[in-house]
């Protein structure tokens, strides 16, 4: 018998004599069929960001507020636009402040653009939010980094001197001076001296904080700032004298002060009170031996 393989005829003798045999053959057992792979299922951070984001929005469009259906898409909105509040909070990345608090505030801003975005308007989702979570970022900067608070319109002036005096460095080739730039901002000299000052209550140093190492100081800040004030050891004898001034006759306790606060002389002081110096001088040496001895006794 002859079996057709392709274009070619493969000749089998003594076929008879094979079947007779093939009971004894020992049978092949069946390979195994693969199964076939299962389908590749897109992952959410694979997705269309915007086309499902637009169905959500529009599924949270026609539900009532208080359904829980409503609170599980408006928290899927959340999480899959947590990227757009990332990529803002990045242009801040060289401010002083963690990145994690930067992304909570930008997270405000994306859940106040969620709640008034309207699907409607024909206005994608991010270019609705990136304003709005900017500002959040923006504003929480101006309201919590400043040390010391100050007005906003000091801030945004000190913003201005910022921009003022690079353009004037620029074109002057110097650092402006406050006239020049009270000008160029239209505003008063004692304007753009606050403004100036400003810059100071943005930032502040601990008293803790050690010495730069360029400085060449030791110890901490408080170390270094401190002087002794000599006028200190006066306080207590000023407190002190108040009350035996006050216990003192009117003429005797205007001679003192025309004395010792307004340094006249002992015959100016005659002059003034109606009285000769001499008279002006025993009472001087009586009034002061009276504050001494209270002084003393207390």
């Known amino acids: 018998m002859s079996v057709e393989q392709g274009s070619s005829k493969v000749l089998i003798k003594d076929a008879p004599d094979m079947l007779d045999r093939a009971p004894a053959m020992t049978a092949i057992p069946a390979q195994p069929v693969p199964a076939p792979a299962p389908p590749i299922v897109s992952q959410p951070e694979a997705l269309d960001t915007r086309t499902l984001s637009r169905s959500l929005f529009l599924r949270l469009a026609v539900l009532d507020k208080d359904s829980p259906e409503r609170t599980y898409v408006r928290d899927t909105l959340i999480e899959l636009n947590l990227p757009l509040v990332r990529y803002a909070a990045a242009r801040f990345r060289s401010r002083n402040e963690p990145m994690e608090d930067i992304v909570q505030v930008g997270t405000i801003g994306l859940i106040k653009a969620i709640d008034r975005f309207d699907c409607q308007r024909g206005v994608e989702f991010p270019t609705f939010a990136m304003p709005t979570v900017v500002g959040e970022i923006k504003r929480f900067f101006r309201d919590t980094s400043w040390s010391v608070r100050v007005p906003r319109r000091l801030q945004e002036l000190r913003l201005a001197l910022t921009k003022a005096s690079d353009e004037l460095a620029q074109k002057l080739d110097r650092s402006p001076t406050v006239p020049e730039l009270a000008a160029v901002l239209g505003v008063s000299e004692e304007d753009v001296v606050d403004g100036l000052a400003v810059g100071n209550a943005y930032t502040a140093s601990s008293l803790d904080s050690p010495s730069p190492e360029d400085d060449g100081g030791e110890g901490s800040l408080a170390d270094r700032l401190g002087y002794e004030d000599t006028a200190l050891e006066g306080v207590e004898y000023r407190e002190s004298l108040k009350p035996l001034l006050a216990k003192l006759p009117p003429r005797e306790r205007q001679i003192i002060m025309l004395r010792f606060f307004a340094n006249m002389t002992q015959s100016q002081i005659g002059e003034e ?17 009276q504050l001494r001895e209270g002084l003393i006794a207390d």
Do not use: A, E, P
């Not at 009170?273 to 031996?289: A, E, F, K, P, W």
């Open 273 to 289: 009170v109606g009285i000769s110096q001499m008279h002006v001088s025993r009472l001087l040496t009586r009034t002061l031996s």
